[in-house]
């Protein structure tokens, strides 16, 4: 299983090789009338999609920080096992890092309460028509699904900012 991890931390065609195989699982079950052709063209169209914005995140992030994308992986492994590099040029690509890191959720903070608006509307909008239709069940659930994945978001939003605030203050000490 870890290095399953790692590889998928590290290799972008792995990473992509599973897109593309959970693309084509939710295509069957979405499109079962569908001739399976079309599974794998949306498969293939959505996963080339989300790799190539994955492939430019990590070239920005990387070029930020003065590392490969390997090194990057590795620097972002080591920071959720709150591992401390000893090399100082390694400090110093961390560093960059974290302060990237930091950057971006902040900015990106303003907007999270518009983000949970959005979501609230969404999960209503869906229950008002559930129950306009006279079919509560399924907007039940999604209601409650809405509710667990902006649970979800929110806390892995806060352990992240914990673990670069934890990291950011080792990398101060001596």
């Known amino acids: 299983m870890l290095s399953l991890k790692r590889l998928l931390d590290r290799s972008l065609t792995a990473q992509a090789t599973l897109a593309f195989l ?14 399976p052709a079309v599974w794998v063209f949306h498969s293939a169209l959505y996963s080339g999609v ?8 990590r070239r920005r992030a990387a070029r930020a920080v003065g590392t490969d994308a390997g ?9 959720r096992h709150q591992e401390v590099p000893r090399e100082p040029e390694e400090q110093a690509a961390m560093r960059r ?41 399924f907007p039940l659930v999604f209601a409650v699904a809405m509710v ?14 914990d673990r670069l605030h934890s990291m950011r203050q080792a990398l101060r000490q001596p």
């Open 148 to 161: 667990a994945l902006c649970v979800w978001v929110l806390w892995m939003r806060r352990r992240s900012l």
């Open 50 to 57: 989300a790799i190539a914005v994955l492939a430019f995140q």
């Open 97 to 137: 890092l974290v302060g990237e890191q930091l950057g971006q959720m902040e900015r990106a903070g303003k907007w999270v309460p518009y983000w949970l608006g959005a979501m609230g509307l969404v999960a209503v909008g869906m229950f008002v028509l559930g129950a306009v239709s006279g079919s509560l069940l």
């Open 71 to 79: 090194g990057l992986a590795d620097l972002n492994r080591k920071i």
């Open 22 to 35: 959970l693309g084509l699982g939710i295509s069957a079950l979405i499109r079962r009338d569908e001739h």
